[in-house]
């Protein structure tokens, strides 16, 4: 089983559509879980950490299930500059090195 | 604020060539530091981090060796390149704590010819 899983479409949504990406990690002891944001050829960018009880920050809703070891990440009212690659994260050992998944892929239609 | 300095932003290079490439981080004292490579349509793969001066730890066996000879400053290097060295190429830091997000530099695009 691969360490952090995801689904790596294409999500393709029209303008104003609620999407929703989900992760899975095989780590039990992972300890710390973030969404980074990933443009075409640039780098990744901090899209928000996720916390235990569920953490919203606008239109972006996260939330994690600890026994499930799932990750999920909605986005409502998608806009065209929300098109781009989204990296499930977690952070596991001593170090806290962080496992990327490999990403999801949405693209916001007019 | 902390900021991260990567270049060049693209490099092309013949196999066999030397390659090194720079990251400094502004801002912060101690960081972690950390190299990663993306190759076209895959995911991110760690290298290398550091947790100090001198202090360096490989994740995968490879053509590339990492040195950091100042608390900021973080360097990948090779003697001889391979054509499976091309990729796309990223720097980070993080606070020394461990479990934090990582903040990304530009990336450098280096091509093997």
């Known amino acids: ?110 | 604020s902390q900021t991260i300095h990567q270049w060049p932003a693209t490099l092309v290079q013949p196999v066999g060539s030397p390659l090194s490439l720079e990251c400094t981080v502004e801002g912060t004292s101690n960081p972690n530091l950390y190299w990663y490579r993306q190759a076209a349509g895959r995911g991110l793969q760690l290298l290398f981090y550091s947790v100090g001066i001198g202090q360096i730890s490989s994740e995968v066996p490879q053509n590339l060796s990492a040195s950091r000879p100042q608390d900021r400053q973080f360097i990948l290097s090779s003697k001889k390149l391979l054509l499976s060295d091309s990729g796309f190429y990223l720097c980070a830091w993080s606070v020394s704590r461990g479990n934090q997000p990582q903040h990304f530099g530009d990336g450098t695009r280096l091509s093997i010819l």
């Open chain 1, 1 to 110: 089983r691969k360490e952090v899983e995801q689904d790596p479409g294409p999500f393709n949504v029209p303008e104003g559509a609620t999407v929703a990406f989900n992760c899975t990690y095989s780590n039990s002891a992972s300890q710390s879980f973030f969404w980074y944001r990933q443009d075409c050829r640039k780098e990744p960018k901090l899209l928000m950490s996720v916390y235990s009880s569920g953490n919203e920050d606008g239109r972006f809703t996260a939330q994690l299930n600890r026994a499930s070891q799932y990750i999920s990440l909605l986005i409502r009212d998608s806009k065209l500059s929300d098109s781009a690659t989204y990296l499930c994260v977690v952070a596991q050992g001593s170090q806290g090195n962080l496992i990327f998944g490999k990403g999801t892929k949405l693209s916001v239609k007019p």
